[in-house]
């Protein structure tokens, strides 16, 4: 009778994640991490996260730079195991890391959720497309019929494929999408900076900017990052 104990089972949750679960700040792809979340949940049933804490049973962890971090780790419910710790930086929004000693609850709360998302591509391979910069594959839409599509396909997507002629001409923002960056841009707090920041931006000839200067989905582009970048500040 063997003596050797049970390999561990370690989930891989790589190529799951699918363009569906995608939202940009400007060209750059990310994944919330309520649907990373989802995707432990089902695809690595009884894995928790958690963040364990210093020597001081502090969860913010001081480097030699008076800077903070947490360190995060996945654990099994079931059979206890507990795999490698995950640290990661507590950073303000300009992604420079926090003094120790001027970290907030809100820092730690937005470390913990981002860590959430590394650790998982650490530990289980989730989204690894994502952090190696690959594309990501298609998400397929099974049971549904296939619908002619008006919007082309802008750039070449196979090779030798000739670009749609028009493709490089900016393209009109969705009213609806602008109703809902208006109304954002109203709950954020910072209305005068981010309307300021944009005029100045795209250089625009106006007293003041109102909804109908909000035309191109470059403007829904710049406004919703410029409201992030606001929130990140709070």
């Not at 028009?166 to 999408?177: C, F, G, R, T, V």
Request: proline share 6%; aromatic share 10%; net charge negative.
């Amino acid at each position: 009778m063997s003596n050797q104990p049970e390999p561990i089972q370690i989930p891989n949750l790589g190529g799951l994640i699918r363009k569906d679960d995608l939202y940009y700040k400007g060209k750059v792809p990310y994944c919330s991490w309520a649907k990373t979340a989802q995707r432990i949940r089902v695809n690595a049933p009884n894995w928790f996260f958690a963040l364990k804490p210093d020597s001081n049973e502090q969860i913010v962890w001081m480097a030699p730079d008076n800077t903070g971090y947490i360190m995060g780790y996945f654990y099994n419910v079931e059979t206890g195991v507990t795999l490698p710790l995950y640290p990661y930086a507590i950073t303000n929004y300009s992604n420079k890391s926090i003094k120790y000693d001027q970290i907030s609850s809100t820092d730690v709360l937005k470390a913990h959720r981002r860590c959430l998302c590394a650790c998982a591509c650490y530990s289980f391979g989730d989204a690894f497309e994502l952090w190696a910069g690959l594309e990501v594959e298609d998400a397929k839409k099974e049971e549904e019929p296939e619908v002619a599509d008006n919007t082309a396909e802008r750039t070449p997507t196979k090779i030798n494929q000739e670009p749609e002629e028009n493709y490089l001409l900016p393209q009109q923002i969705n009213e609806k999408a602008r109703d809902l960056i208006c109304d954002d841009i109203r709950k954020s707090g910072h209305q005068k900076e981010i309307l300021k920041d944009f005029k100045q931006h795209f250089k625009l000839q106006v007293t003041s900017v109102r909804p109908e200067n909000i035309t191109l989905s470059e403007h829904g582009r710049y406004l919703r990052q410029a409201i992030e970048k606001y929130n990140d500040k709070n």
